[in-house]
């Protein structure tokens, strides 16, 4: 049986390709969706949210929808524009005085 040599060379182009791989697959998973009007399920999906609280939402007018028929629609820029628009200061820590 015949041996075969692996060189550091041959371990570098592996880790590279695979490094390339992952960073394939994590950038398809994390990338904006592929059309630009989301149902409420997938908005849901995307947020981690509840019905109650997608409804919330809409009904105290944080989240702007549009209704066709029975099914309502998300612009997927409106979502982006609210979490923006929410985001916390991450460096900003309230401290309350001491008495």
Same mark, same amino acid.
């Given at each position: 049986?015949?041996?075969?040599?692996?060189?550091?060379?041959?371990?570098? !182009?592996?880790?590279?390709?695979?490094?390339?791989?992952?960073?394939?697959?994590?950038?398809?998973?994390?990338?904006?969706?592929?059309?630009?009007?989301?149902?409420?399920?997938?908005?849901?999906?995307? /947020?981690? /949210?509840?019905?109650?609280?997608?409804?919330?939402? &809409?009904? !105290?007018?944080?989240?702007?929808?549009?209704?066709?028929?029975?099914?309502?629609?998300?612009?997927?820029?409106?979502?982006?524009?609210?979490?923006?628009?929410?985001?916390? !200061?991450?460096?900003?820590?309230? &401290?309350?005085?001491?008495?």
């Amino acid at each position: 049986m015949a041996a075969n040599i692996v060189t550091l060379e041959d371990l570098e !182009n592996f880790k590279r390709s695979l490094l390339e791989e992952i960073q394939k697959i994590i950038s398809q998973k994390q990338g904006p969706p592929t059309h630009k009007w989301l149902k409420s399920h997938e908005v849901r999906r995307l /947020l981690t /949210l509840s019905p109650g609280t997608l409804q919330n939402l &809409r009904v !105290n007018g944080t989240l702007p929808f549009t209704k066709i028929g029975g099914v309502i629609f998300y612009d997927y820029d409106d979502i982006q524009r609210m979490i923006e628009e929410r985001k916390q !200061n991450p460096h900003f820590v309230s &401290r309350k005085p001491n008495p």
